[in-house]
Nanobody, 122 residues
Framework: VQLQASGGGLVQAGGSLRLSCAASGRTSSRYVMGWFRQAPGKEREFAAGISWRGENTYYATSTKGRFTISRDIAKNTVYLEMNSLKPEDTAVYYC????????????????WGQGTQVTVSS
């Protein structure tokens, strides 16, 4: 499975961005998807996850209520809608796929996209 993340950019605090993650290859498998982020000097952290059919979603405490994860199975694409962005949301955002259930641990994910930079100015 190949993952291609896009949609990052520079936005002012309080603004919004929508990230996309397009999957190709063995997309017929039942992958759960996650969005992770990594700020400079920090470990990669879980931001949001979604079950393979999209019926269950999961969020980190820091993103719950502001971020929304969704997926379009027909388009093999996962989205992360980010609202009320804060400077502390600045990071490289990665999408990832796993055959197991949604977890918050990066090592549980089998495939990773290349990352897209999100910068939130104050």
């Amino acid at each position: 499975v190949q993952l291609q993340a896009s949609g990052g950019g520079l936005v002012q605090a309080g603004g919004s961005l929508r990230l996309s993650c397009a999957a190709s290859g063995r997309t017929s498998s039942r992958y759960v998807m996650g969005w992770f982020r990594q700020a400079p000097g920090k470990e990669r952290e879980f931001a949001a996850g979604i079950s393979w059919r999209g019926e269950n979603t999961y969020y980190a405490t820091s993103t719950k209520g502001r971020f929304t994860i969704s997926r379009d199975i027909a388009k093999n694409t996962v989205y992360l809608e980010m609202n009320s962005l804060k400077p502390e949301d600045t990071a490289v955002y990665y999408c990832a796929a796993a055959l197991s259930g949604v977890t918050t641990y990066p090592h549980d994910y089998d495939y990773w996209g290349q990352g897209t930079q999100v910068t939130v100015s104050s």
